[in-house]
């Protein structure tokens, strides 16, 4: 908040007042790092110390910080100018490479491993030469980073797209991880949680968890700007607990399945007002997941829209576009019939929590249900998931599929394992390229009608297109 103007404050103060009628002395305002930085703190155990590393393009005049956190205190070892992010030099290559900054900055990540490792080498090394990490473990860029259009029109122009994908991608993976590495070693703490939007990146965050140093790590799930609620609201519950004298006990977030819920009852009116069965076939199925599933297991591709809506960036099987993992074939029919991906990105597979090892390396047993991180993968995961990973470098960013947080999902992917053998599916968001996850029964059947999907499960009801 100190470097924002008064007028600016006062004006944002009056706004919020007014917004939610309270007194403007009850307002809190917490700069942008420290809100990343406690939105991990839900799930940090107190009686242990961890570092915290919080990175993204910008925020309060921050691109980065690292803090130790312990007790429900956080502390702040280095906070670093926006002059110097790395998360800049991403969103101006996306520009560069013609997709759209602030959305397509993932793509450059899913085509990085179609690089050759010497072209790769060679970006990544220019890289380096403007970015380094000085004596203080903070990035320094020789050029301030919201200028680094001009180097890479000196340094690019010309370069193929996939050799800048892989060289922004490495030299981010061997900056980052020098930078843990360093905070590791200076402080001891070999526990870590990561947050912000740079920490989106999935691959990078297996570089980090792979380091040696690192003996445990969480990842704020849906890590971007949309995560820091949880900061102010970790922040203005301890407040809260200071000032009222009650005990200050955080308990942490499990599953992220906390946004909007349908009923049948409110399902079936939305059929009968949208009069879908004079449409389609429509009919009612006490046990759906089982009916998913052997749609699934004939190499079928469902639409599921079933219980709460997930919070973040990631489908977790809620309002998820489903097929078997298998089954190479359906990458192509889901991007032509339905998201109209980029050719080269991949999927995702949602794994059953028993059958994780079969289909992950994951020797640090870190648990991944959110999505969040990538994992190599075994034979068995090579063979049986092909459709749901990379298809370059074989790795897969599951979703651990627990049965307490989602017993239906979790059934679902169990009767299909039966039929199988497969303990997971395929998952993809459900919704059309561009357009926000559905949210609502109408937006899932507008979206099946605009789509070249055959089956939608809505709840208890199996909605089908006519042959």
């Known amino acids: 908040i100190n470097n924002l103007n008064k007028k600016l404050y006062k004006e944002r103060s009056l706004f919020f007042s007014k917004i939610f009628n309270i007194d403007e002395s009850r307002l809190i305002f917490l700069d942008h790092h420290t809100s990343h930085a406690l939105s991990v703190a839900f799930n940090l155990d107190l009686n242990k110390k961890y570092l915290i590393f919080t990175a993204d393009e910008s925020g309060d005049g921050i691109c980065a910080s690292v803090s130790t956190y312990e007790n429900g205190n956080l502390q702040f070892l280095c906070r670093i100018s926006d002059e110097n992010s790395i998360g800049t030099l991403w969103h101006n290559i996306t520009g560069f490479m013609g997709l759209k900054p602030l959305e397509d900055e993932y793509k450059i990540m899913g085509l990085a491993p179609y690089a050759k490792s010497n072209k790769s080498r060679n970006i990544a090394d220019e890289f380096h030469k403007i970015i380094k990490l000085n004596d203080k473990g903070e990035f320094e860029s020789s050029i301030p980073t919201n200028w680094s259009h001009f180097f890479y029109y000196d340094k690019f122009l010309y370069e193929r797209f996939d050799n800048l994908a892989g060289g922004i991608q490495l030299f981010t993976e061997e900056i980052v991880c020098k930078w843990v590495r360093y905070w590791i070693n200076k402080t ?278 006519n042959e």
């Open 188 to 465: 001891g703490i070999h526990d870590i949680a990561l947050s912000g939007g740079l920490f989106m990146n999935v691959k990078l965050n297996q570089k980090i968890a792979e380091l040696p140093e690192v003996e445990s790590i969480f990842i704020m799930p849906s890590a971007g700007d949309e995560s820091t609620v949880f900061g102010a609201c970790f922040y203005g519950y301890k407040k809260y607990c200071e000032e009222t004298n009650l005990p200050f006990e955080p308990k942490p977030f499990t599953h992220l399945y906390l946004g909007f819920e349908y009923g049948n009852d409110e399902i079936k009116k939305t059929l009968e007002d949208l009069k879908i069965s004079s449409k389609y076939s429509t009919l009612y199925f006490e046990d759906i997941e089982k009916k998913i599933a052997e749609l699934l297991a004939k190499n079928e591709i469902v639409a599921r829209f079933s219980g709460a809506m997930e919070f973040g960036a990631r489908a977790l099987g809620n309002r998820s576009i489903l097929s078997n993992p298998s089954n190479y074939d359906n990458v192509r029919i889901i991007n032509e019939m339905i998201k109209q991906r980029d050719f080269w990105m991949p999927f995702a597979c949602s794994i059953l929590e028993e059958d994780q090892h079969e289909y992950i390396v994951n020797p640090k047993n870190i648990y991944a249900p959110y999505m969040i991180i990538t994992f190599n993968t075994t034979e068995k995961g090579r063979k049986e998931l092909k459709a749901g990973i990379h298809p370059y470098d074989f790795t897969v960013r599951p979703q651990i599929v627990r049965k307490e947080w989602n017993p239906k999902y979790h059934y679902l992917i169990s009767e299909f394992k039966k039929l199988t053998g497969i303990g997971a599916v395929l998952n993809t968001s459900f919704n059309l390229h561009g357009e926000p996850l559905v949210r609502s029964p109408e937006d899932a059947i507008s979206t099946f009608e605009r789509s070249g999907l055959k089956y939608l499960a809505l709840g208890n009801y199996l909605i089908t297109k």
